[in-house]
């Protein structure tokens, strides 16, 4: 072909971190033949099915569009109207004020983390490591510069804005996180609010994981800091927890106050994207009532309980970790000084347990492992029985 293609795909990891895994796991289970099932504590999807009352309302979205009354086409690009509402008033409960036109549905988190850099210039984006892959990916695929910001185990994994010269910057922050489950204080919260203000630059803060928190010190929204909508967006889904990773849907908040942040979105969107879909958003919509909400919390709890269990395992074995609280993810350190992957093939080859080498989500992550609790209870205990034998 005699085309030019995006040389910055050149900068790239070769092969996505999941395919690495799903190979090995392949291998190992060609050799052993299927002698002990492998438990899975590796990928982040969720396990549980959705809610009844999500599914009903999506049956009855589906009819709806087989009559001449009920059926629509192209939606508003922003989303429903009624799910932007919805989402506008559980903002209200978390005491941050968000117009409905200050929300924008989408297909998930996923897609709006990859696309935002598409609004900017020549800029710096300021991305922690170990992170959540699609940051520092979208970074480079995009061709602009990156600062990555290393944390380790002497702050609990969580990136500060200490040292940082004053530079405007596209800072990447998640909490609770993914990988290392690590949660941020309402007070430290506040330290990045501070620094992007001072500094003039914009917070991407990924609350996909917010479903999970539990502690009323942990904020569930950047919004919930004051200054924040001069300095921050939101990105959130519906995926964990409320179980959507299949269905697809999720928002981001740009509020108005932050232009021409709030304008350049909407004007990409309307060129790159026709709205997601009326039956996912119908779904959503039940996930915020107050049966969904209920129901979602099962879940999570479900998830949390898990992850309890995981620590408890851990704490045992004097394996240091943090997260497993407030989170879906458990980020320990491998033992015996084992790198990543060693740790990964060695319980993998002992234990039958897959789980995730933390050098995949960044070389800050050498050395360190995820588990995930998104996995059967019974899985869970059976893990734990395994570590036991081999830990
Ligand atoms: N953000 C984080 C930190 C994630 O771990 C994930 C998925 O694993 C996402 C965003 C994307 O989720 P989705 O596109 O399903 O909303």
Redesign the pocket.
Known sequence: MQLNFNENFERMEKRYLFSEITARVAAYKSREGGSQKVISLGI??VTLPIARCVANEMARAAEEMATREGFCGYGETRGLHELRGAISSRYKRLGAHLDEDEIFIN?????D?GNIFDIFGDIEALIPSPA?P?YLDACTMSGKRARILETSAKNGFLPSPEGLPKNPFLIFL?SP??PTGATFSREELCEWVDFALCSGSLIIF?A??EGFVRSEKIPRSIFEISGAKDCAIE?C????NAG??GI?C?WSVIPRSLSPVHELWSRRQATKFNGASYIAQRGAIAALSREGERESFLRTDYYLKNAKILAEALKEKEIWFVGGENSPYLWLKCPNGMKSWTFFDFLLEHAGIVGTPGVGFGEGGEGYFRFSSFASREDVLEAVVRFNKWL
């Open positions: 982040g999807d297909d998930g988190s996923k897609s983390l959540y699609v998640c996180n993914n990924d996909a994981y990105v889904s519906f995926s964990k959507f990773t697809r999720g």
